[in-house]
């Protein structure tokens, strides 16, 4: 692991990209963005280390990971836990490691209960609405750091 590496870690659902209510979400796979930010990360010098995981305590364990490790940044697209986890805005607040919230939906632009992030919270800056190229637009951002 190195000062170059970017944690993209990725909340509960998001393993069912491209199935799951592709008017909302797209078609795109995780894998499908997993292989456009590999390529992406490789031209800036970067790497990436992108996980997915539907359990809260995952994401918290791979935020304090990313910490010890000395990564550059953590894109973190929480999935609903944005709206739910204050462990995850501890987490953000307890590392020095920039995280970068990432969504591919709009949340402002949904139901209500979707408008509160904690993690945004903590987080140097939320990305979203651009669907796939969220995670592009956050990784520009983690290079720049």
């Given at each position: 692991?190195?000062?170059?590496?970017?944690?993209v870690?990725?909340?509960?659902?998001?393993?069912?990209?491209?199935?799951?209510e592709?008017?909302?979400?797209g078609?795109?796979?995780?894998d499908?963005?997993?292989g456009m930010l590999?390529?992406?990360?490789?031209?800036?010098?970067?790497?990436?280390?992108?996980?997915?995981?539907?359990?809260?305590?995952h994401?918290?364990?791979?935020?304090?990971e990313?910490?010890?490790?000395?990564?550059?940044?953590?894109?973190?697209?929480?999935?609903?836990?944005?709206?739910?986890?204050?462990?995850l805005?501890?987490?953000a607040?307890?590392?020095?490691?920039?995280?970068i919230?990432?969504?591919?939906?709009?949340?402002?632009?949904r139901?209500?209960?979707?408008h509160?992030?904690?993690?945004?919270?903590?987080?140097?800056?939320t990305?979203?609405?651009?669907?796939?190229?969220?995670?592009?637009?956050?990784?520009e951002?983690?290079a720049?750091?």
């Amino acid at each position: 692991m190195s000062s170059n590496t970017v944690y993209v870690l990725n909340g509960p659902n998001l393993n069912l990209l491209g199935l799951r209510e592709p008017e909302i979400y797209g078609s795109a796979t995780l894998d499908d963005i997993a292989g456009m930010l590999e390529d992406r990360a490789r031209e800036l010098g970067l790497e990436i280390d992108m996980r997915q995981s539907n359990h809260e305590g995952h994401l918290v364990d791979w935020m304090h990971e990313a910490q010890a490790e000395g990564a550059k940044a953590i894109l973190i697209n929480p999935g609903a836990y944005t709206h739910t986890s204050i462990a995850l805005l501890d987490a953000a607040r307890a590392i020095r490691t920039p995280v970068i919230e990432v969504h591919l939906s709009d949340p402002m632009q949904r139901e209500a209960f979707r408008h509160i992030s904690y993690i945004g919270m903590a987080a140097r800056q939320t990305v979203a609405g651009h669907g796939p190229h969220s995670y592009l637009i956050a990784l520009e951002a983690a290079a720049q750091l």
